[in-house]
């Protein structure tokens, strides 16, 4: 057995064979992860002394080069010795994990195969702008959606793609689904919007993945509406585009809100588009726009592919790790197939949590 040391943590924890997460959510500890499967970073750690064994995940996630310094996703490794670990993320409190029962009093299939669902909830659940919910209808299987909206309200929104030969997303994106019931569960995430932080937010969503990133404009354009603010919409064509209305109403009311729609597989740029077209892959406006992306906050939700390519520009553009949030709609199975575990482990997590954070101040976001 394995002991585990964590900076900022008052215990040492022993590990059974398990990986480091599953160390971290059995006992309790408010370590950061989103997928808990290797695709988005946000269970990056330090080793500081020790060693550990590394399970397969995308080189996009942990270089090569990030390994030899030390550095490890929690969800992708076990310790080899007793091992002392710091995480590049923070230690913080989160809303509780909660499940309601709601109903679909809202349902509009727009371009692009997206339908746009509102869920009535009979009582309002807290969350961070940017995170996500499971979503069970029926007898299928729950699946990961990102709410559009911000906290606050008894209604989640949220804009769900049909995958082709999708279970959840084609029954979904059919229309007569208002007045069904869904089971909502959550929230998870830590691709949410680091409130605290005053310096320049660069959101970028990949097709739905504009939803969480909508949450996190509004509601920090809300907190301060002259902040400085890009949104990059990133699509392929601009019949996918199903979110042009809004785009263009929010460009109306925050004019210094520099909006951009990149599209990869467009020809030739529509001069007369209510929001103005970039015939190119977002990685390549991201070069374009900017020299250094040093002291702002990044944030993007969409592919995986799309998002191991925008975190590497990132990177290359001085970008910090801890700046980068990030959450990618990935439909690796091991997301669904831990997710009973780690959501009966988180909900766990989180009251032991509430019990710490109760005798420890909050450390500063950055
Ligand atoms: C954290 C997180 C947040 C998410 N938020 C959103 C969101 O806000 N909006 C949204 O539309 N989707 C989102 N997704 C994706 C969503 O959870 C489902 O994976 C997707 O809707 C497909 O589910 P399904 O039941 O229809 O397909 P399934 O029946 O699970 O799969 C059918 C086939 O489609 C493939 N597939 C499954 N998902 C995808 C995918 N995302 N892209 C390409 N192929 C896929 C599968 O490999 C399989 O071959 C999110 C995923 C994660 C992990
Ligand atoms: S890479 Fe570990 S939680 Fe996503």
Known sequence: MARIELVDWPHTL????????????INGVPFPFSCG???????????????????????????????????????????????????????????PVVQQFGRVVHQEVRGGGVAVIRVALRKAVEFRPGQYFMLKFGALPARAYSVASVPGSTELEFHIRRVEGGKTSTLVTQPGLTGQYARVEGPY??????????????????????APMWSIVLSALSGS???????????????????????VELARRHPHVRLHNTLSRLQTPDARAPIP?????????????FKSLAGAKLYIAGPPAQVAAVSAVARELGLDNRDLHTDPF??????HQDSWFKRTMHR??????????????????R
């Open 14 to 25: 022993e590990n059974s064979g398990e990986t480091v997460l599953d160390t971290m959510m």
């Open 37 to 95: 499967a290797g695709d988005c970073g946000a269970c990056k750690g330090h080793v500081l002394q020790g060693k550990v064994e590394h399970l397969p995940c995308p080189e996009s996630t942990l270089s090569k080069e990030e390994r030899d310094q030390g550095l490890v996703l929690a969800c992708r490794c076990t310790p080899k010795s007793d091992i002392r670990l710091q995480t590049l993320g923070e230690l913080v409190h989160m809303p």
């Open 189 to 210: 995430g830590h691709g949410y919007w680091r409130e605290q932080h005053a310096g320049p937010i660069v959101a970028i969503g990949g097709g739905t993945g504009l």
């Open 225 to 247: 509406a002259r902040r400085e603010v890009h949104l990059y919409y990133a699509a392929r064509t601009a019949d996918d585009c199903y979110w042009e209305q809004e785009l």
């Open 277 to 289: 077209q970039r015939a190119q892959r977002v990685t390549d406006a991201l070069r374009e726009d």
């Open 330 to 335: 990935s439909d690796n199975p091991e997301h």
């Open 348 to 365: 766990w997590h989180i009251r032991r949590e509430a019990r710490h954070w109760r005798h420890h101040p909050e450390p500063a976001q």
